[in-house]
Structures are given as structure tokens and as C-alpha cells.
């Protein structure tokens, strides 16, 4: 390792270096993070998102940053994506789904728009897919925690799939980026 702070570090950056030093059990992410995509498939999660939050153009993410930051229908997320600028949907979706010989479990889904910070380059611009796009957030509502196989929070299975292992496109492949294709800026009505 001779002379780090001229090389490019792993982070992109000149000088800066990034190791992971946790004691991290992959072999065990990794059987979680199939298990909560196991469970997704079961849900047929991907069918309702189509139907209920892909078409419902009042979520589709805005293009940039700054029609985020205008559009009353998003609200920046800052408690649970700084440094990342992340802005939530207002409008949410209900899922019910009863888990065989478990019980009834609500899902409340909204859309997590995350906008690039690369500056110079495509600051401000909507960012898709893996490792840190926008997606749909879901969560889940009136259940003990580990009562149910699979049931892991968004934030676990993110963990679990794109932090400990190298799952992360199959984290997104159930909780799919908005494009912005359908986006519609919101009518301002003048009195």
C-alpha cells in the first residue's frame, strides 16, 4: 500500500479509501435476502405494483431535483436517506395479504425518488436501479418482528441483499424505479 493519498481509491475519489470491518455473515444475508424475494414472489408483488403504483401517475417520480423540491406531492425524506437526496410520495397505496397459517399483514406503499448528487456531472438528475436509485418503499403494519418468515423491513432486505451480499438487482427487482416517463407536473390553479 504504498502511497494511498495519490492513488484513486475504491470510492472514486483521489486519496479516499473505503474497507468494510464488520463482522458480516454473508452465507447468512444471503439466505435472507432469497427468503424476502422468495416472499415477494409469493405475494406476487410485482403484478400489484404494476396495477396499483406504476399507474397512478400522481406518484411517478419527478425528473429532477428541482421539480421535486416544487411538486407538494413529494416531501423530502431526509430522516431516513441523508445523505442521499430522497424525496417520498405524499400518496401511498394499501396491500393486505394473508400468509397462510399466519395472519392478515397491511403493507403500506409509497415512492422513494433519490436524485444524484455528482457534481460536476448529473447533479440533480432522477437516479434508477441498483445500488442506490429511487424504488417503492414499502412497509409493513401489525406484525411482531420475526413472526413471519421472510418479513423483513425494505431496510433489512436492503441490507441483506445489497450491503452483505451482491443481491442488490434482485432487492430491485421487486422494488422497482420510477422512470419519470408518466410524471405530469401538478396544476396550478391562479384564484
Wanted: net charge positive; glycine share 4%.
Amino acid at each position: 500500500m504504498y502511497r494511498l493519498d495519490d492513488k484513486l481509491g475504491n470510492t472514486g475519489e483521489l486519496g479516499r479509501h473505503f474497507w468494510r470491518i464488520e463482522n458480516s455473515d454473508a452465507k447468512d444475508a444471503r439466505g435472507k435476502c432469497l427468503s424476502w424475494a422468495s416472499l415477494q414472489e409469493e405475494m406476487d408483488f410485482l403484478y400489484w405494483h404494476s396495477v396499483e403504483v406504476r399507474e397512478d401517475v400522481r406518484m411517478a417520480c419527478p425528473c429532477s431535483l428541482w421539480q421535486a423540491w416544487f411538486d407538494r406531492r413529494f416531501v423530502w425524506d431526509w430522516r431516513s436517506s441523508w445523505p442521499k437526496l430522497c424525496f417520498r410520495s405524499r400518496r401511498s397505496k394499501p396491500l393486505k395479504y394473508d400468509i397462510p397459517e399466519k395472519r392478515l399483514v397491511n403493507f403500506k406503499t409509497t415512492q422513494l425518488c433519490c436524485y444524484s448528487t455528482q457534481w460536476p456531472g448529473d447533479w440533480g438528475a432522477l437516479k434508477t436501479g441498483p445500488p442506490d436509485g429511487s424504488r417503492v418503499k414499502v412497509e409493513s403494519f401489525h406484525n411482531l418482528p420475526n413472526d413471519v418468515e421472510g418479513l423483513f423491513t425494505d431496510l433489512e432486505a436492503y441490507k441483506y441483499c445489497c450491503v452483505d451480499t451482491t443481491l442488490c438487482r434482485l432487492f430491485y427487482q421487486y422494488r422497482p424505479s420510477d422512470d419519470c416517463r408518466r410524471y405530469e407536473r401538478p396544476i396550478i390553479r391562479k384564484f
